[in-house]
């Protein structure tokens, strides 16, 4: 179950851009907490962590990991765990989030989150890195569903499913990316609808929306890519109306990382979450 | 299918497609697995632009982005921290025969990452330059100065500040010839600062932990100590004076 005693308001929060410093400072208009990509924070010193420990003062901090690479064959990297910690301990986030997806191989490092075969083996690899960065940071982690481009062959039971036992057997909490749900579903042609009512809503802590870019395959069919440069599409507003409607309010983050805009743009996507979420309380 | 596989088609675009990898409902995988090879191109691409903006201007956005493509290629990124990711690659354009015609670039990266590495470096206040004035002039030779953690020396044989004075803040047309240059911080903002001929084989003295006396003596005849001294501090590069007991 989840742990509700050190978490997120069920209210919008936003991913954090240096540029918007001033504004959120000044009027944060409906944004109640901050998400931030843990791996931007781990210098030695300097603007970025002075301007954290500033916003930590205001508002609950969501550290969002995008590197650690759980879903490595390779076991977790003890450099970056003990990097991952140091900035928990100083920081006492209100959450701490990872991806199911690795992005490490032979100590190259991708900078993307790349996919995971759903498989008995992969399950019992990711479960035993969850547990083990649970232990490490003496906390409960959500892990956030992935978007899908492509499938595997060998994959023996679905996304949700996989997911639900990876919770089950590690006591982590989920991210649940809504984009990513609607990405993956028209990628792979599966209904996203499916996908929210299989899904275990009872374990998310926090919920991603971020815009996609639209592309076509060389068949030309809709090709979504997980871009985070525009503004969340109406389907993806609509499937979140959806997710309230079973699972209730959560913590629901506006994720823009690319073409960032000024702050009123960003602020506007957070109200109409908020919006949203109002008849769900 | 290992994430070996998956890796080393990932890089190589030339590289067949793994086997085992479906579009939807077992259907031909497409061109799907190239969108993975395009977010990696894209994002260590756009990393290296944003540590290099000088480098990317004065090759060009087509040059930089087919030279990025060979480096990261190359030398994938070791650490999970982009700050990090371009920390060779001033040593890769010195031996990338394509940029051979542009002999300063090297030099330019250099200082482009030391600005970097300024920007992450902890948080150490620096010494005003005040706080060398009045000392007793043997008691000062005597002293080791403590530089910053962010303080970066760098001697060139081109003029790569005033090159990149002129390529990011519209500064003149930069005239041939050396220069030596500490990189620190002031505040949060990475500072730049010219040293006098011999500053940056002195100063990088200093930081080995001679006292002044002995770094002085490394420097030939006419090199301007106070000169130098005042250049250091104004950049924020010296962290304290640690005087004889």
């Known amino acids: 179950m989840l742990d509700t005693a050190r978490s997120l308001p069920a209210a ?4 954090y851009k240096a540029q ?17 990509h843990a791996e931007n924070y781990m210098g030695d010193g300097g603007r970025p962590i002075a301007q954290l420990r500033h916003l930590a003062q205001r508002f609950p901090i969501s550290v969002h990991g995008v590197g650690l690479s759980i879903g490595g064959e390779a076991p977790l990297d003890r450099d970056h765990l003990a990097r991952l910690k140091h900035l928990c301990d100083w920081l006492n986030p209100a959450s701490f989030s990872e991806h199911l997806a690795w992005s490490t191989h032979d100590g190259a ?28 940071l003496g906390r409960q982690m959500l892990l956030e569903n992935p978007s899908s481009y492509l499938a595997f062959a060998e994959s023996e039971m679905d996304e949700t499913e996989f997911l639900r036992e990876i919770a089950a057997r590690t006591g982590c909490g989920l991210l649940l990316d809504v984009n990513n749900v609607f990405v993956s579903a028209v990628n792979l042609q599966t209904a996203p609808l499916d996908y929210i009512a299989a899904f ?20 030309g069919a809709p090709l979504l890519i997980d871009s985070h440069g525009r503004e969340v599409a109406d389907p993806v507003w609509a499937l979140y109306a959806q997710v ?28 109409r979450a908020a919006a949203l979420m109002e008849p769900a309380r | 299918m290992s994430q070996r596989a998956f890796t080393e088609a990932l890089l190589d675009p030339e590289r067949a497609v793994p086997e085992g990898l479906t579009g939807p409902a077992g259907a031909p995988i497409g061109n799907r697995f190239d969108i993975y090879r395009n977010n990696v191109a894209v994002g260590l691409t756009e990393a290296l632009i944003a540590a290099y903006p000088v480098v990317h201007r004065l090759v060009g956005d087509d040059f930089f982005r087919a030279v990025a493509g060979v480096y990261f290629r190359q030398q994938p990124p070791r ?10 690659f001033p040593r890769f354009l010195a031996h990338f025969p394509p940029a051979k015609q542009l002999a300063y670039l090297p030099d330019v990266a250099r200082l482009e990452r030391a600005r970097v590495h ?11 330059a005040t706080g060398l004035e009045g000392s007793d002039p043997a008691r000062l030779l005597a002293s080791r100065v403590r530089l910053t953690p962010a303080a970066t020396l760098i001697a060139s044989p081109h003029p790569i500040l005033a090159i990149w004075r002129a390529n990011m803040e519209g500064g003149p047309k930069p005239l041939p010839g050396p220069c030596e240059i500490v990189v620190a911080r002031r505040g949060f903002d990475p500072v730049m600062a010219e040293l006098p001929p011999h500053g940056a084989a002195f100063a990088t003295e200093l930081k080995r932990g001679r006292t002044l006396a002995a770094a002085h003596a490394t420097a030939p005849r006419g090199f301007d100590l106070a000169a130098t001294l005042a250049a250091l501090a104004a950049a924020g590069a010296i962290a304290a004076l640690e005087e004889p007991t």
């Open chain 1, 12 to 15: 919008p929060g936003v991913g």
């Open chain 1, 200 to 219: 275990p809503l009872d374990a998310v802590g926090e919920i991603h929306l971020g815009g996609h870019d639209e592309q076509q395959d060389e068949s």
């Open chain 1, 244 to 271: 309230l409607e079973l699972g209730g309010a959560r913590p629901t983050l506006i994720e823009w990382d690319n073409d960032v805009p000024d702050w009123p743009v960003l602020a506007a996507e957070a109200t």
């Open chain 2, 79 to 88: 650490s999970r921290l982009m700050k990090d990711f371009g920390d060779t």
């Open chain 2, 118 to 128: 300024a920007f992450h470096a902890a948080d150490t206040p620096p010494l005003n």
């Open chain 1, 20 to 36: 918007h410093f001033s504004a959120i400072m000044a009027d944060p208009g409906p944004v109640r907490w901050l998400e931030v």
């Open chain 1, 109 to 136: 490092y991708f900078n993307d989150l790349l996919p995971l075969p759903y498989t008995e083996a992969t399950l019992t690899r990711v479960c035993r890195h969850v547990a083990q960065l649970q232990e490490v």
